[in-house]
């Protein structure tokens, strides 16, 4: 039997670009929620919950019950809302296994806690590549898609699929591979990976910034991304690869990084709180860059 089409609702978090999903099942109202936003004052180190309010009440009104919320990778650009919503409307938080290589290179830089654990049991669930998940009648298939990041997945559900950071809208092209251990030769696998799916599949950006000024738009298709990314249209793989290099040695670093990996890399949970009961976020200095 046929599954179901996904119910996909989307909200778009205009100060870090970021775009969440909501996907249902609309027979039994189960759900999935992809790369939730915690809002972040960095002047201040204010956290605010805005973004992850309408996320759910959105679940609420719907009638929705959430079986996992879900994290294409360890964000650099926002933090995680996941522990938030799981506090108010349950869920499964899950991440690639390849998490715990982002925790040992940040772990030692941000010279983290002796019990802060490596092995991604912050989370409740790894991801295996290939890996289906249930929402309630439809499933979902964890495809490994690093490059941007090792611990980068991507989803595909029905005729959609959620490509996180790996590409973007086909006018702005494909993600930076400068973080560490990023790579352009392993991100260009990935994305032939997304784009050997049927023509008309539907691709969910994670983000999107409007290049020219136009409107936000978050969805294209792989025969569009295949016919006019301009990072991948009339380049040979080698031609890509050093594009690519080069434009990430021009890339200034995302605002958020530091605080967002620092809270990503823990499922979203600020570090320990010290003995005076406050939890400090560390700027590790003269560290990052050249």
Request: hydrophobic letters at 35%.
């Amino acid at each position: 039997m046929t599954q179901s089409k996904p119910m996909i609702t989307a909200f778009f978090d205009e100060a870090t670009f970021t775009i969440t999903y909501i996907i249902a099942d609309p027979d039994t109202k189960k759900c999935a929620v992809i790369d939730t936003v915690l809002d972040y004052d960095a002047n201040m180190g204010r956290t605010r919950t805005d973004s992850a309010d309408k996320v759910i009440s959105s679940i609420k009104q719907q009638g929705l019950t959430i079986a996992w919320l879900i994290e294409t990778h360890v964000h650099a650009d926002h933090l995680s809302a996941a522990p938030y919503i799981q506090k108010q409307l349950g869920g499964t938080i899950a991440i690639s296994d390849q998490i715990t290589h982002i925790q040992d290179m940040f772990g030692d830089l941000f010279d983290v806690e002796n019990s802060f654990a490596r092995n991604g049991s912050q989370f409740d669930h790894l991801l295996t590549p290939n890996e289906e998940l249930k929402i309630g009648n439809l499933t979902m298939t964890a495809l490994h898609t690093p490059g941007h990041t090792p611990a980068c997945m991507s989803f595909v559900i029905g005729d959609a699929c959620f490509v996180g950071d790996t590409l973007f809208m086909p006018d702005y092209g494909t993600a930076r591979c400068d973080f560490p251990g990023g790579d352009a030769t392993t991100l260009y696998e990935s994305m032939e990976q997304i784009l050997s799916l049927p023509d008309e599949t539907r691709l969910f950006m994670c983000h999107d910034y409007a290049p020219g000024g136009r409107e936000y738009r978050w969805e294209t298709t792989v025969a569009e991304s295949k016919a006019s990314n301009i990072h991948l249209v009339g380049k040979t793989k080698e031609e890509f690869i050093d594009m690519r290099k080069a434009r990430d040695a021009k890339l200034s670093a995302p605002r958020l990084l530091l605080p967002s990996v620092q809270v990503n890399m823990r499922a979203g949970h600020m570090p320990p709180t010290e003995d005076n009961g406050i939890a400090y976020i560390k700027i590790p200095v003269n560290q990052m860059g050249t």
